[in-house]
């Protein structure tokens, strides 16, 4: 059984950082796509960012409202997956999720929610002062 879990969420003020962590234990994954979501309260739930593997190629995309200030990258021993955010804007907060696929996602579907198989149960980020 695939678990996937986040952590590090929390309290920042505006101008800070956080990292995320996303875990996935039950399988490793030698093809796959992890993806952050975020769902801010009561709005719809929005991609964030992504990362996608297949062999030795690997990629990773963010929405243009965080590019630069955020990036996801793979700790392959760790099976574990991290959103780093930086210049963290109050407009950030909200309910962080990790997402993940088995097999590399093509490029029109990586930012898709109903892509991915398997959903932690989100951390909350709050960018306030």
């Known amino acids: 059984q695939v678990e996937v879990a986040e952590s590090g969420g929390g309290l920042v003020q505006p101008g800070g950082s956080l990292r995320l962590s996303c875990v996935v234990s039950g399988r490793t994954f030698s093809s796959a796509g992890m993806a952050w979501f975020r769902q801010a309260l009561g709005k719809e739930r929005e991609f964030v960012g992504a990362?996608?593997?297949?062999?030795?190629?690997?990629?990773?995309a963010t929405t243009d409202t965080v590019k630069g200030r955020f990036s996801v990258s793979r700790d392959k021993g760790k099976n574990t997956v991290y959103l780093q955010m930086n210049s963290l804007k109050p407009e950030d907060t909200g309910v962080y999720y990790c997402?993940?696929?088995?097999?590399?996602?093509?490029?029109?579907?990586?930012?898709?929610?109903?892509?991915?198989?398997?959903w932690g149960q989100g951390t909350q980020v709050t960018v306030s002062s």
């Open positions: 997402a993940a696929r088995a097999g590399r996602p093509i490029t029109s579907a990586l930012r898709t929610a109903s892509t991915y198989d398997y």
């Open positions: 990362i996608r593997w297949s062999g030795g190629n690997t990629d990773t």
